[in-house]
């Protein structure tokens, strides 16, 4: 079955620079959610998207932004990079609506992103 | 606003042995809840949910959690554990308003001894 993608996989970026991390959701999924995940930390949640609109807002700083595009997949554009924001990004995606299915988040595998 | 607190930074098992780990919520109404698990530098995969109904879940890989209302409690358990459990698990809760994100416990690192 298909699965959450994101890319990349990787991402090296010295501070103060910039990134875009990308994410596909699964294929009729139109909600998208970013979390941050530090090293030995739970995941935190950044960022969410319905239907390209954004739908709930957690701890993202100002520094970063995302938007849901039209075929559903969404970017995190990450400026002024500091060493704190070295973190596996997970993305996720849900089918969306008020069902019970659309509170079944997929993970994807996730971006590490290391700023030096 | 809802909490999740997980006790047990680590837990260690041997081979065959049985399985339970603890998960707490703190939230207003009936939560739903999730159970994943995160090999290491991997993504979360879903192991079981709760939205309402039978307080006895089934998951994949042989997991079951029970919910108990009384207690704010979300236990995993499993009947015998495997080497390849070895992982940490994450205990989760959506306030259930759509489209919110997950609040996570701090996880249980779950060891497994030959």
């Known amino acids: 079955a298909a699965g959450v993608i994101q890319s990349p996989r990787h991402l090296i970026k010295e501070k103060r620079e910039t990134a875009t991390l990308k994410c596909y959701p699964i294929p009729r999924h139109d909600t998208v959610y970013w979390y941050q995940q530090g090293p030995g930390q739970d995941p935190q949640f950044l960022i969410s998207?319905?239907?390209?609109?954004?739908?709930d807002k957690g701890s993202i700083p100002d520094r970063f932004s995302a938007q849901q595009f039209s075929d559903y997949h969404s970017e995190l554009n990450m400026s002024s990079l500091e060493l704190g924001d070295s973190a596996l990004y997970f993305c996720a995606s849900s089918p969306g609506g008020r069902t019970r299915d659309s509170y079944e988040q997929y993970f994807g595998p996730g971006t590490r992103l290391t700023v030096t | 606003a809802q909490s999740v607190t997980q006790p047990d930074i680590h837990i260690t098992v041997s081979e065959g042995a049985s399985l339970e780990l603890r998960c707490n919520y703190s939230?207003?109404?009936?939560?739903?809840l999730f159970w994943y698990v995160q090999s290491p530098g991997q993504g979360l995969q879903l192991l079981l949910k709760?939205?309402?109904?039978?307080?006895l879940v089934q998951g994949i890989k042989g997991f079951e959690a029970e919910f108990k209302r009384s207690q704010s409690s979300f236990n995993l358990r499993k009947p015998s554990v495997h080497w390849s459990d070895a992982a940490e698990y994450f205990c989760?809760?959506?306030?259930?308003?759509?489209?919110?994100?997950?609040?996570f416990g701090k996880g249980t690192h779950l060891i497994i001894q030959p």
């Open positions: 939230y207003g109404a009936t939560p739903y």
């Open positions: 709760y939205f309402s109904g039978d307080t």
């Open positions: 998207f319905y239907e390209k609109m954004q739908s």
């Open positions: 989760a809760v959506d306030s259930g308003g759509g489209a919110d994100g997950l609040t």
